[in-house]
């Protein structure tokens, strides 16, 4: 177990850990598969849940809106692409697992509380899918289509039943279960730009987890296992810095990721219910949001 901690968090290959321990490449590659995997299958469902029950919802919500004055905001999401040592041999691999900044990845997507813990985490798409199609294809966003997700914490604003929300930047569909920003570029009414700055401030934290988790576990700055390994790995590494988290381990220097610019994504035919109850809302929670601060 050492061995594997070592070997993801400080991101050494199988050959210079097996000159280290006097094992074969083949023994520590094995070995870390094992590990990463229990840690990936069986301890996921511990460390890693959706908030729905009240005492945690609660506390959630509660904490997102002291640190952005925006009622029932449970969570942030954000993709990120996890680059790979070797590009994958097979036809179009190249193609297929570059990225929106020119290298081979897989794409990472988590959903953080304001604690910077992980509620949930995806690794199902190569590193050249967008955001939202990935989203789109995540356990998450079925459930949340479906009505699978019951978080019982509804309140109202201005005629609205606002049940919790998560929220994204603009490569994220707008739906009445995720908020994104009204403009990228601060080009909306005065309600509108201010509740985009205190959404993106909500949104800050999943910035912070990702660049918390990547600077703990450097396995993930050039991952260095088989593409095969690869999801398990990372959904391992998501578990440890959960554990890490709620034990307030000491945080490390944050891994910078690149700007980002993508554009405004578009909504889907089956998705437009859901969006024009969630545009409605958003206006809702914006104009609530600029009478209460302006009247201070």
């Not at 987890?209 to 590494?237: E, S």
């Not at 437009?272 to 009247?295: E, I, N, P, T, V």
């Amino acid at each position: 177990m050492a061995m594997v901690l070592a070997r993801l968090a400080h991101g050494y290959s199988a050959k210079t850990l097996a000159s280290r321990y006097s094992l074969e490449p083949y023994l520590i590659s094995k070995i870390t598969n094992m590990v990463t995997r229990l840690l990936a299958t069986k301890l996921y469902p511990e460390f890693i849940k959706i908030p729905v029950s009240k005492r945690r919802l609660i506390e959630t919500t509660q904490a997102f809106e002291e640190l952005t004055s925006l009622p029932n905001m449970c969570g942030a999401i954000d993709g990120s692409p996890i680059k790979l040592h070797r590009i994958p041999s097979y036809q179009n691999g190249a193609n297929l697992y570059k990225c929106r900044y020119g290298f081979p990845s897989v794409l990472l997507q988590v959903v953080a509380d304001h604690k910077k813990v992980f509620w949930d985490v995806c690794v199902k798409a190569s590193g050249a899918t967008d955001d939202a199609t990935h989203f789109r294809d995540s356990l998450l966003y079925n459930r949340l289509v479906s009505g699978d997700v019951v978080w019982d914490k509804a309140i109202n604003i201005r005629g609205h039943h606002v049940r919790p929300y998560i929220v994204g930047d603009w490569c994220y569909p707008l739906l009445s279960f995720l908020m994104t920003p009204f403009s990228p570029n601060g080009s909306g009414t005065p309600a509108q730009n201010l509740f985009d700055g205190m959404l993106m401030k909500g949104r800050s934290v999943v910035v912070e987890a990702i660049g918390l988790l990547k600077g703990r576990w450097k396995i993930l700055q050039d991952l260095n296992v088989g593409l095969n390994h690869a999801p398990q790995t990372i959904v391992a590494c998501c578990v440890l810095h959960n554990l890490c988290q709620v034990a307030r381990e000491p945080e490390p220097e944050i891994w910078k990721e690149p700007d980002e610019n993508g554009s405004p994504t578009r909504v889907l035919e089956n998705e437009k219910s859901f969006h024009y109850f969630g545009d409605s809302l958003r206006q809702a929670l914006a104009d609530d949001l600029h009478q209460r601060l302006s009247s201070r």
